[in-house]
């Protein structure tokens, strides 16, 4: 069965760091672009930060570049995302999200998510 389970979210300081975890199981991880969305409440799920299947590229949202570092280790099958310097802005739903290339498919597989809160 093919799973992602988030971790590592909580209550945070402004200014803080957390550091998320995602555990990928029943798919050959190597094959999937991960990704990491989130969603503030009364707003839309929005792109975080992604990483290629090898690991090689990656990609961020202008609101977190500088401040978050997305990180996959294929031998663990997990994708991570390090938070830095966390403002209430921050606060959000975190989404684990995989997208296999080979082959190719439109339909992602999300997880069920962890909660992050910035506040003092």
């Known amino acids: 069965q093919v799973q992602l389970v988030e971790s590592g979210g909580g209550l945070v300081q402004p200014g803080g760091s957390l550091r998320l975890s995602c555990a990928a199981s029943?798919?050959?991880?190597?094959?999937?672009?991960m990704s990491w969305y989130r969603q503030a409440p009364g707003k839309e799920r929005e792109f975080v930060a992604q990483?290629?299947?090898?690991?090689?590229?990656?990609k961020y949202a202008d609101s977190v570049k500088g401040r978050f570092t997305i990180s996959r280790d294929n031998a663990k099958n997990t994708v991570s995302l390090q938070m830095n310097s966390l403002t209430p802005e921050d606060t959000a739903v975190f989404y684990c999200?995989?997208?296999?290339?080979?082959?190719?498919?439109?339909?992602?597989?999300w997880g069920r998510g962890t909660q992050v809160t910035v506040s003092s």
């Open positions: 999200h995989a997208l296999r290339l080979f082959p190719p498919t439109s339909i992602p597989l």
């Open positions: 029943g798919l050959t991880f190597s094959n999937y672009n």
């Open positions: 990483i290629t299947g090898t690991g090689g590229s990656t």
